[in-house]
């Protein structure tokens, strides 16, 4: 057994930065945090190769002087706390003095700063071990801090770094989270010698409007409630202008944005009655509380935050959102009760649609459905459709447990008949589960089978999902797409997994890329595959309001019959319910 010793130093700070610069977008993320700390009103970022090869910050805050420029690049030396009290009562984003000692151990740093009252600026330089002394230097006021090569003493580290087109877009959104936080305060990014955003100082909504675009800022709706030593304030998009992906969502506890199971399920249950489960919500929020109810100190990066009574921050959020819904007149539900139709106006249509007649000995044309699944011997449903006005009840054995199908009601639920009575079944949750296991088992044997769309899609996509498609090339295609970069801000789809070809390309791949893009292609393979698949198989399902024939709904019957777990879709809800006769002539009183 070796000796224990104490580590080095700069491998003690290498470990550090492990956990809080895991790329150069963390290393923007601290040093903007301490420019705003330090008051600064107007802030610049000049970035090079995707911050790989340069980041650089220069703001117009309170400085730091040259005698303590040494020690602003020490490990847990800080000017925001010198107390357990100050701790729990933090309301700067920076306290734990870690962050500029970490990226210093794996960059070559330079330090520049001038407080106002100063004569002169001075500079101080690092490179790995190496601290230079404190030395004259030109800046009219404030900071300047390049960090430049970063990771070029721990090679292993950077080799786990993306392309710089990622390494950029992570940047670009770390920034972007920082300018909405603060819209007094003005920015500007610089990247490769462009000017990427420049914002000025604005109020909210403006500031919303340049950052995330005037399509979301036109669809939001504000939000201002308050009670006690909490409030919230900000905007949320309306229903109709909810997103396919859960990029535009932005979450902030007194200025500092973050993530939380808490607050991210308040805000799925305010949407709960007005949202499609596969549609997601924009939003910028901003959560003031006092900071004794908000413990900051749980993550080293402080992304996660633990609040003290965590039920009444829940309620409150959807409460506060719930409300703002509601008076969204644009966007309430549609009237329950139909308004009287007029003497001369047409009969109403029947409240339930099925498929033509009710009986069942008509040949229907094959339609969708029929086209996601293999043809199927002669002597299934269509022959025995065929053969009989009505259903042929199951032999005894029950070769067909769930019976035939009678019609299609509301759009959503097949009735069906088999030997103990009626049989409803979800047909979007059943079709959902016959996918997910298919897809599944595409995927046991290493890669899902490609269909080449006839005609490529084209669409505008977000920086970081045009960048995954480059650096996850390989693992999207195990996963059956082919999915390429048609400019900065474009993508096309040239294929697709051919069980899924016909889902919506665009709205499909999206959803993929989010979750490739959060997790890697190689961790959801290992972890995370359940997951993606069921996303794929939501996509894929026949959709509410689709009609089907009934050769289309008996090939569904057949096929969940023939599917593990076909009685609970992904999501642990029922696909299907029996209804016997006896439960029927109750229900009827028959036999009183």
Partial sequence: MSAIRLLPELLINQIAAGEVIERPASALKELLENSLDAGAQ???????AGGVK????????SGISRDELTLALARHAT???TS????EHVASLGFRGEALASIASVSRMELTSRRTEERHAYRVTAEGPTLGAPEPATLARGTRIDV???????PARRKFLKSEQTEFAHCEEAFRRIALSRPDVAFALTHNGRVRLQVKPQPLVARV?????????????PVEESGGQIAIRGAISSPSHAKGTRD??????????????????????????VLHHDRHPAFVLFLDIDPQLVDVNVHPAKAEVRFRDSRAVHQFIFHALHKTLSRSAGDAAPALVAPPASPSAAPAAPFYRNQGAMTLGIAQPAGAYATLFAPRPATDTATLLQAAPVPALPPSGDEHPLGFALAQLAGIYILAENRNGLIIIDMHAAHERIMYEKLKTALDGRTIPMQPLLVPVHFAAEALDVATTEDEREGLQALGFDIAPAGPGALIVRGVPALLADADAQALALDVLHEVREYGASRIATERGNEL???MACHAAVRANRKLTVPEMNALLRDMEATERSGQCNHGRPTWHQFSVTDLDRLFRRGE
């Fill in 248 to 273: 535009a969502q932005y979450f902030f506890v007194n200025g500092r944005c973050i993530r939380d199971k808490v607050v991210a399920h308040a805000i799925r249950q305010a949407y709960a009655d």
């Fill in 84 to 87: 357990l009290d100050d701790l």
């Fill in 533 to 535: 698949l069921g996303t």
């Fill in 79 to 81: 000017s925001k706390i």
């Fill in 54 to 61: 340069q980041v650089s910050v220069i703001d117009d805050g």
């Fill in 42 to 48: 107007a802030i610049s970022v000049e970035l090079a």
């Fill in 209 to 221: 409007a340049a950052v995330l675009g005037e399509e979301f800022a036109d669809g939001a709706l």
């Fill in 148 to 154: 430049r090569e970063l990771y070029f003493n721990t």
